[in-house]
């Protein structure tokens, strides 16, 4: 469970523009918007 915490601090760590480009990748890798 320590991976999955560590995991969604790193998201709530995210800066805009990684956001964005983590988005551009799911929608192209895998379809979801």
């Known amino acids: 469970m320590a991976d ?3 995991f969604a601090e790193q998201l709530v ?3 805009v523009k ?3 480009e983590l ?3 799911l929608k192209e ?3 979801i918007e």
């Open 4 to 6: 999955l915490k560590d």
């Open 29 to 31: 890798e895998y379809g």
């Open 13 to 15: 760590n995210l800066t």
């Open 23 to 25: 988005a551009d990748i």
């Open 18 to 20: 990684e956001v964005n």
